[in-house]
T-cell receptor, first 113, second 118 residues
Framework: DAKTTQPTSMDCAEGRAANLPCNHSTISGNEYVYWYRQIHSQGPQYIIHGLKNNETNEMASLIITEDRKSSTLILPHATLRDTAVYYCIVRVLFRGTASKLTFGTGTRLQVTL | NAGVMQNPRHLVRRRGQEARLRCSPMKGHSHVYWYRQLPEEGLKFMVYLQKENIIDESGMPKERFSAEFPKEGPSILRIQQVVRGDSAAYFC????????????????FGPGTRLTVL
């Protein structure tokens, strides 16, 4: 799976949009971009994933550049409960099978009042 | 719809004892993954199982660790003769491959089992 690069930490004011970048310059055509977060020491929580089109769900939006070498996770209105470590993961998916998630160090997002 | 369940949530063992960690996947999921998170470190993949089969065990330590996912019942991660270095949070995730199209198996995680070895 392609390696990802994320900033170590970021701050965001409550109510503002949190934009978390991720570089994956060696991504292949059959690799998806996944985002998870881990709040304190809880189990990782799935947020969103995409291949090449922008995606949006009730939690966040995922913007993937046209060349697919980078992406941005957007939390539109961050709250204190969004304070967590956010992981950007690139993984290949094959027809009929599945694969492990390779976690990096992630971005520690601190949402403040 | 219940999520992934793990028990026990906390487990204390003395050096040399055995630890058994259980994982019940989400309803309808037949794929289970185990990950380990050492203190102040990231999550590391250990093993991927389908019902009665080990698919990928590339992250499992060669000795003392084993995993199974029987036809009936939960998946079990077993650690024999535990040592202090086994102290960690062990997370289980499950997924379901849908249909005959490209797999988009999102993995959903349980709350973890925190193992402390005295």
């Amino acid at each position: 799976d392609a390696k990802t690069t994320q900033p170590t930490s970021m701050d965001c004011a409550e109510g503002r949009a949190a934009n978390l970048p991720c570089n994956h310059s060696t991504i292949s055509g059959n690799e998806y971009v996944y985002w998870y977060r881990q709040i304190h020491s809880q189990g990782p929580q799935y947020i969103i994933h995409g291949l090449k089109n922008n995606e949006t769900n009730e939690m966040a939006s995922l913007i993937i550049t046209e060349d697919r070498k980078s992406s941005t996770l957007i939390l539109p209105h961050a709250t204190l409960r969004d304070t967590a470590v956010y992981y950007c993961i690139v993984r290949v998916l094959f027809r009929g099978t599945a694969s492990k998630l390779t976690f990096g160090t992630g971005t520690r997002l601190q949402v403040t009042l | 719809n219940a999520g992934v369940m793990q028990n026990p949530r906390h487990l204390v063992r003395r050096r040399g004892q055995e630890a058994r960690l259980r994982c019940s996947p989400m309803k309808g999921h037949s794929h289970v993954y185990w990950y380990r998170q050492l203190p102040e470190e990231g999550l590391k993949f250990m093993v991927y199982l389908q019902k009665e089969n080990i698919i990928d065990e590339s992250g499992m330590p060669k000795e003392r660790f084993s995993a199974e996912f029987p036809k009936e019942g939960p998946s079990i991660l077993r650690i024999q003769q535990v040592v202090r270095g086994d102290s960690a949070a062990y997370f289980c995730a499950s997924s379901s491959l849908r249909g005959s199209g490209l797999a988009t198996d999102t993995q959903y995680f349980g709350p973890g089992t925190r193992l402390t070895v005295l």
